[in-house]
């Protein structure tokens, strides 16, 4: 009697594996096909590269997560036969720890690898000719100097800030022009009085020095770049640790030849290995952007 009501607890245990096994493979096809269907139907250039932008890894981390998930249960398929406790438990601990690793080396992939095939994929659609749907004809993308025109002061602001990037696209025959709005290279908070973002760090003040196993204090006194509001937020400092990012002089950072460059790519490594690159169009823009650059605030 007791071996049949095993039997039976393990036919209705392999049953549940195999299924959600099945189920979970046939989900994540399904939700990458979903996803695959949505970016084939946005015909916009900007609305591809807004949704492959905040999508994408979303849509791929989901898939894989789910077939962790599943090989968690493949691994746990237990056929009726001699039960053993032992044995069982050693399929389960398997299969928790192939399905981590599993997600683990996807979630990695998503993280270190697949950022430099999602960010070709986003210049692409961002810097793709666009077409003027009243006339057909092919719009231009003007310099940053020649955009400015185009850009109403709060636009230009912004784009000083660093916290938003503006394309513009004109058709030369016609005169018609195109405004599309990029996120920018350094974060800002927007500001409640004028709604830009251009609300910018201009003095960070500590409240309270922090210890190695304490965390201190600190103000952040904000100046908004357009309409000059101000505001101060705290924010709690991590304790001490060792191999903290030390602050280079971006002054020091000099350019020759301005004229003969097209464009200028930065490149910045912390000390834990992360990259963050950052494109400029001209050498003052990048200049600029050494001199107000600070990785706490971009790591925030």
Excluded at 55 to 84: P, Q
Excluded at 175 to 189: F, M, N, P, S, T
Excluded at 216 to 233: D, F
Excluded at 244 to 261: M, N, Y
């Amino acid at each position: 009697m007791k071996d049949e009501k095993m039997n039976n607890f393990l036919e209705t245990y392999h049953d549940i594996m195999l299924w959600s096994a099945l189920g979970l493979v046939a989900l994540a096809i399904i939700w990458y096909i979903i996803h695959l269907i949505r970016y084939a139907g946005i015909s916009e250039y900007k609305a591809k590269y807004d949704y492959v932008r905040e999508k994408e890894i979303k849509h791929y981390r989901a898939s894989f997560y789910m077939i962790a998930i599943a090989v968690f249960a493949f691994v746990n398929l237990y056929a009726v036969g001699d039960f053993d406790w032992v044995w069982f438990s050693m399929r389960a601990f398997m299969g928790i720890a192939v399905g981590t690793l599993v997600g683990y080396v996807a979630n990695l992939i998503l993280l270190y690898y697949y950022p430099a095939t999602l960010d070709k994929k986003l210049k692409k659609w961002r810097y793709t000719p666009r077409i003027n749907p009243k006339t057909g004809n092919k719009m231009r993308l003007l310099s940053e100097e020649e955009e400015d025109v185009h850009l109403d002061e709060g636009m230009q602001a912004e784009e000083e800030a660093f916290s938003v990037d503006y394309d513009v696209w004109i058709d030369e025959e016609t005169g018609d022009v195109k405004i599309e709005k990029y996120q920018g290279h350094l974060q800002a908070v927007q500001c409640n009085n004028c709604g830009f973002f251009t609300m910018r760090v201009i003095k960070e003040e500590i409240l309270s020095e922090p210890t190695d196993t304490e965390e201190g204090e600190l103000v952040k006194h904000y100046e908004c770049t357009y309409c000059g509001s101000i505001r101060a937020t705290q924010h709690d400092i991590a304790p001490l640790k060792s191999g903290e990012i030390d602050h280079v002089d971006p002054t020091s950072v000099k350019f020759a030849g301005k004229r003969l460059v097209a464009s200028v790519e930065v490149e910045i490594t912390a000390n834990d290995g992360h990259k963050k690159v950052y494109v400029f169009q001209t050498v003052d823009q990048a200049t600029k952007f050494l001199e107000e650059f600070d990785y706490d605030k971009v790591a925030e």
